[in-house]
C-alpha cells in the first residue's frame, strides 16, 4: 500500500465538490420554477407605429380587474395578480383548492411617448393591449433669411 499526498489547495471542502454540484444537480425539485427569479412573465409585443406605440401582454386566465398599470418617473408600471379559492363540503369530507399567479414588468418609456395623454387599455382574449399615443413632433419653423441693408 502506498500513500498519497492530500492537496487541499482552492477547495472549498476536503471532497470533491463535483460530487456536491452533481448531487444538487441531480434533484428536479432545485430546477423547478419555484426557485426563478422571475416568477411568471408574461410574453410582450412591443410595436412602434407612427403616432403611438402598442403593447401587447399574454396573460390568460386573468380578468380586467385583475391587472394595475401606472406610469412613474416616464416608466410603464404592469401587473397582474390572480387568486382563486374553491371550497367542497360533503357530509363526510372537505375539499380545498386555491391558487396564486401574479407577475410584475416595468418599460422605460422613450422620450416620444406623451405620458400626459390618456393611455387606452383593453383584455381581451387572453391579450392584454396598451396604446401609448406619441408627442406631437415639433414643427420646424422655417428658415428665414434676413438682409442686411
Known sequence: MSLTKFNNRNRL?????????SFLSSDD????????EEGLMPAMNVKEHHTD???EFAAPGFNKKDFEVTIEDNVLYVSGEKKMEKEEKE???TRQEFSY??????LRLP???DVSKEIEATYKNGILKLNLLKKEP???IP?????IN
Do not use: H
Not at 471542502?13 to 454540484?21: A, I, Q, R, S, Y
Not at 425539485?29 to 426563478?36: C, E, K, L, T, Y
Open 13 to 21: 471542502f476536503p471532497w470533491n465538490n463535483l460530487d456536491l454540484k
Open 29 to 36: 425539485f432545485f430546477n423547478s420554477d419555484f426557485f426563478a
Open 53 to 55: 406605440f402598442e403593447i
Open 91 to 93: 357530509d363526510d369530507y
Open 101 to 106: 399567479n401574479s407577475f410584475k414588468r416595468s
Open 111 to 113: 422620450e416620444t411617448v
Open 138 to 140: 415639433i414643427k420646424e
Open 143 to 147: 428658415k428665414k433669411v434676413v438682409e
